[in-house]
């Protein structure tokens, strides 16, 4: 069974920093692109960074410069380093994995099956960003 499993969310001041955790099971975890969306109240979902499994990356203009993906396949995790937070980066937060998904694609449009073109979905994780 494919399991997505984020953590490491909670409630952080402006300007301070939190790390996401995607702990992966169930699948070949170095064979899969992550990506990592968020959404917030009232908004549509956003992809903001993606890595695929030769490395290369995309990051949303939003979250650029402050927000890094990152991978340990000897862990089966994706982390998501958030720095420089701000008010609007308030949202839950999700990790995504794909097999063919390549960054340069990302993020793709919803869909029908409102999947972005990613095959596997974690539950989700909230982040509030204090004023």
């Known amino acids: 069974e494919v399991q997505l499993v984020e953590s490491g969310g909670g409630l952080v001041q402006a300007g301070g920093s939190l790390r996401l955790s995607c702990a992966a099971s169930?699948?070949?975890?170095?064979?899969?692109?992550i990506g990592w969306f968020r959404q917030a109240p009232g908004k549509e979902r956003e992809g903001i960074q993606c890595?695929?499994?030769?490395?290369?990356?995309y990051s949303a203009e939003s979250v650029k410069g402050r927000f890094t993906i990152s991978t340990d396949s000897a862990k089966n995790t994706a982390y998501l380093q958030m720095n420089s937070l701000k008010p609007e980066d308030t949202a839950i937060y999700y990790c995504?994995?794909?097999?063919?998904?390549?960054?340069?694609?990302?993020?793709?449009?919803?869909?029908?099956?409102?999947?972005?073109?990613?095959?596997?979905w974690g539950k989700g994780i909230l982040v509030t960003v204090s004023s």
């Open positions: 995504a994995a794909d097999p063919v998904m390549p960054c340069f694609l990302f993020p793709r449009p919803m869909g029908t099956n409102n999947d972005y073109g990613m095959d596997y």
């Open positions: 169930g699948f070949t975890f170095e064979d899969y692109a």
């Open positions: 890595i695929s499994s030769d490395g290369s990356t």
